[in-house]
């Protein structure tokens, strides 16, 4: 496997559900981004972990948390989700500085 | 804080002709400039980036980019579209120093017609 990858890449949940999306990066980066991708709005920059560390949530609810057990991985678990958390979630890591970021192929998250 | 703006929503440019889109940033200091590229259902493709040095950036898939200080502006040219080049493509920014978060632009889809 090269680069980062993300499973899995179509997800169906219920409000009800909880679901962990994965992330592994095999670019020996020291820093994991979560993003969220919604039809018709600009990238939100969810989490970002720096060294396993996490630096940064803006303001996400609650019911995303994130776990970065190494700095090869990132999880996204989710539970009780809403209709409008439905999007494609993407993840990307850096070597840091200076930072240019790689992207998963996302996952296409549905919440019925 | 960066911030980034791309003019244009929806670009349509005929096979073979030349594409520009353009891309305006707002930061105090030299940033560091990307522009990526996102097929329908895919994840973004970094196609060229700039930290310092010559302005004039060569990408892949024969993209390039030229960093214009006085104006802001990152704007990224290919000179002939191939039909493989209809996308969403996102220009974004980042602090230079210890600051490693990129902010993106609301992205410029581009339609290539035959």
């Known amino acids: 496997e090269t680069g980062v990858t993300q499973t899995p890449r179509h997800l169906v949940m219920g409000m009800t559900n909880k679901k962990s999306l994965k992330c592994e990066q095999h670019?020996?980066?020291?820093?994991m981004y979560w993003y969220k991708q919604s039809a018709k709005k600009p990238l939100e920059l969810m989490f970002v972990?720096?060294?396993?560390?996490?630096?940064e949530n803006n303001s996400v609810p609650s019911r995303f948390s994130p776990e970065c057990p190494n700095s090869s991985h990132l999880f996204l678990h989710l539970h009780t989700l809403q209709p409008e958390d439905s999007a494609l979630y993407l993840c990307?890591?850096?070597?840091?500085?200076?930072?240019?970021?790689?992207f998963g192929p996302g996952t296409r998250l549905t919440v019925t | 804080a960066q911030s980034v703006t791309q003019p244009d929503i929806h670009i349509t440019v005929s096979e073979g002709a030349s594409l520009e889109l353009r891309c305006n940033y707002s930061?105090?200091?030299?940033?560091?400039l990307f522009w990526y590229v996102q097929s329908p259902g895919q994840g973004l493709q970094l196609l060229l980036k700039?930290?310092?040095?010559?302005?004039l950036v060569q990408g892949i898939k024969g993209f390039e980019a030229e960093f214009k200080r006085s104006q802001s502006s990152f704007n990224l040219r290919k000179p002939s579209v191939h039909w493989s080049d209809a996308a969403e493509y996102f220009c974004?920014?980042?602090?230079?120093?210890?600051?490693?978060?990129?902010?993106f632009g609301a992205g410029t889809t581009v339609t290539v017609r035959a």
């Open positions: 990307a890591s850096s070597q840091v500085p200076p930072g240019e970021q790689y």
């Open positions: 670019l020996g980066h020291n820093a």
């Open positions: 972990y720096n060294f396993k560390e996490q630096t």
């Open positions: 930061y105090g200091a030299t940033p560091y």
């Open positions: 700039y930290f310092s040095g010559d302005t």
């Open positions: 974004a920014v980042g602090a230079t120093g210890s600051d490693y978060k990129l902010s």
